[in-house]
């Protein structure tokens, strides 16, 4: 695949070769923005063709300079170099994966769009590029459904298939109810009430299809004909629009999901759950594994209880971000959300954090009134309850089982309602076994339990939990980022992430810092998880690696220390390595000083730098 590359002072970019005649220079609104000294705001025009592509200068400052001569039009052969100030043109050779988004970024409004707009148009949405196959596919499937000799997909498979043709963010079918709308099945972000208020009332008739805009979002709403049927809506990313054949495409998937005429439509009113719509906490991904569709599906079912809630996974899953969905689409929605890391805080210390202290309990002693009592009327999360002192877990016993806080110089005890969501990374009914955890309380904390999958068993999320990820620390760095490509997404796919979440979000920040503005994130942005991949270092490998509570070592024995060092030279080796040997900015990759990076390279590396 011919790609036009473009050799700045301190970067390099990559860009596939437009199909279109497209403009190229330093101002934002070109289609190639090329921010590099010397180059004109306007500084010339790209015109593709069949042998090479051609360069018109644009009465540039600068021109366009082959071995020291300016010309006005260029033709660009491949080996041929053309100079716009400091930046050096090419025309070279790259593997498709290295150019072909695999996921498309939403765009910062704030920022301008960079070099690789003019391959492709920015369509504000984090899937992948839907290709004429699967629309033709899902047409198909709604137009055959219910005929002799074809399988039925479910309903909430074709809601899924739908909402990626279209490149929407919420496809979701709705009920009328005595109280109002209410969303029954949902593919994507569940639409808010918002949303649902600002749709046309129900007029007991057939209506066709209509296009609304909400706030600063684009839908598509068709309504019920009768209090039995259903009414759908589909929702654009922010600041998208639908095309126009898309327009026609809905307008025939919505009339089959929602005609009772047809059998589709008759079997999707019967089928659909009615569970209550989950309302995702901010920075959430809602993920579309089987992993994650099932552990959002149980909560759906029971979270409109008031039982006490255990979610156990590994560290950097997201379970406080599942504490609280739990929380924000429960009953005590409307209370405080109090945390409470009991690994943070000091055992002496803890009780009175939990349970308050009253004034004048002892000299020098402020009154406190305690999380339990500040999460009155909503949600106490206990977070690293496994690391709650074996001295302090009876009172906190007597607390779940009587709904009544005994604050430390108290007279007596003061009730409350608070609902406790415990969160831990370790198996507590092992420990509860080995008389590490008391096990009358373990079974009161697990009224209802939730295990959040690692990283490694829902790889399906690993490209929108990118996308969001680097649209995060893309707006954090002031920086635009075009989207990953499919050689970077199959590397990072082909990690384990022994971190989990936590970690990919730490790869995905580094790689933006690295990437240049408007280009794609490929995969030597990467390069630390390109080396453990590699090396074999995945997570399956570091999880043989770890020793586990109540492994033992062997009679081979096992150095802490030899493990430390061994993991530090790596690490230290991975970021000079990807900083080309610049200490400042390896230091920077490694979250510590230059001194402290330089201290360290002495120490592990006397006989010279591991490069």
């Excluded at 198996?427 to 096990?439: I, K, N, P, T, V």
């Amino acid at each position: 695949m011919r790609c036009l590359v473009i050799h700045g002072e301190d970067e390099v970019l990559r860009f596939p070769v437009p199909e279109a005649e497209a403009r190229l220079g330093s101002d934002p609104s070109n289609d190639l923005v090329v921010q590099v000294a010397g180059v004109s705001r306007f500084h010339a025009r790209l015109v593709p063709d069949s042998l090479a592509p051609r360069l018109f200068d644009l009465d540039s400052k600068n021109g366009l300079v082959v071995n020291g001569k300016r010309y006005r039009e260029v033709a660009l052969f491949p080996g041929l170099i053309v100079h716009a100030g400091a930046a050096r043109l090419s025309l070279e050779d790259g593997a498709t994966s290295d150019f072909e988004i695999a996921v498309e970024f939403a765009r910062q409004p704030d920022h301008p769009l960079r070099p690789s707009e003019a391959s492709a148009p920015v369509t504000d949405t984090i899937t992948s590029s839907p290709t004429g196959r699967d629309a033709l596919g899902l047409l198909r499937d709604l137009n055959g459904f219910g005929k002799e000799g074809r399988p039925k997909p479910g309903t909430d498979e074709l809601l899924e298939r739908l909402r990626r043709v279209l490149g929407a963010e919420t496809v979701a079918l709705l009920r009328e109810s005595p109280s109002g709308r209410e969303v029954v099945l949902a593919s994507g972000e569940a639409p808010d009430s918002r949303a649902l208020s600002a749709l046309p009332a129900p007029s007991g008739a057939k209506g066709s299809l209509c296009f609304l805009d909400i706030g600063d979002t684009t839908g598509a709403f068709q309504p019920s004909c009768s209090p039995d049927a259903l009414a759908a809506l589909v929702l654009l990313p922010a600041g998208a629009a639908f095309a126009p054949w898309q327009r026609e495409f809905l307008g025939f998937s919505l009339d089959h999901l929602t005609d009772t005429r047809n059998a589709l439509a008759r079997e999707v009113a019967i089928s659909v759950p009615r569970h209550r719509q989950l309302v995702l906490p901010e920075g959430m991904v809602r993920g579309d594994s089987i992993a994650m569709r099932g552990l959002l599906s149980q909560i759906a079912k029971t979270v409109h209880s008031r039982i006490d809630v255990l979610i156990h996974g590994e560290t950097g899953t997201g379970k406080e971000l599942i504490a609280q969905l739990i929380h924000a689409s429960g009953p005590t929605a409307g209370g405080p959300f109090v945390a409470i890391n009991c690994a943070a805080i000091p055992a002496e210390l803890l009780e009175s954090e939990l349970f308050g202290v009253r004034a004048r309990v002892a000299t020098g002693v402020d009154a406190q009134l305690g999380r339990i009592l500040d999460a009155n009327g909503g949600t106490l999360l206990l977070d690293e309850i496994g690391e709650m002192p074996l001295s302090l877990q009876p009172k906190l016993l007597r607390f779940l089982q009587e709904r009544e806080v005994h604050s430390i110089g108290a007279s007596k005890p003061e009730k409350v309602n608070v609902r406790v969501i415990s969160i831990s990374n370790r198996d507590l009914l092992e420990d509860s076994r080995a008389g590490r955890f008391r096990s009358d309380l373990f079974y009161r904390l697990r009224g209802l339990q939730f295990h959040v999958p690692p990283l490694r068993d829902r790889k399906e999320d690993i490209a929108g939990l990118v996308a969001a990820l680097a649209a995060r620390a893309a707006e954090e760095e002031g920086k635009q980022i075009r989207g990953i490509s499919r050689k970077a997404l199959d590397l990072l796919e082909a990690y384990d992430w022994p971190g989990n979440v936590r970690e990919l979000q730490a790869e995905v920040h580094r790689a933006v810092l690295f990437c240049p503005a408007g280009a794609l994130l490929g995969a030597e942005h990467f390069k630390t998880v390109d080396w453990a991949v590699r090396q074999g270092r995945s997570g399956s490998a570091a999880e043989r690696e770890t020793l586990r509570p109540g492994q033992h070592l062997g009679g081979g024995g096992l150095e802490l220390r030899d493990r430390v060092v061994k993991l530090e030279k790596e690490m230290i080796a991975a970021a000079l390595a990807e900083t080309a040997g610049n200490q400042t900015r390896a230091a920077k990759i490694l979250g510590i000083t230059r001194n402290g990076l330089a201290l360290k390279l002495a120490r592990l590396f006397p006989s010279g730098r591991p490069l």
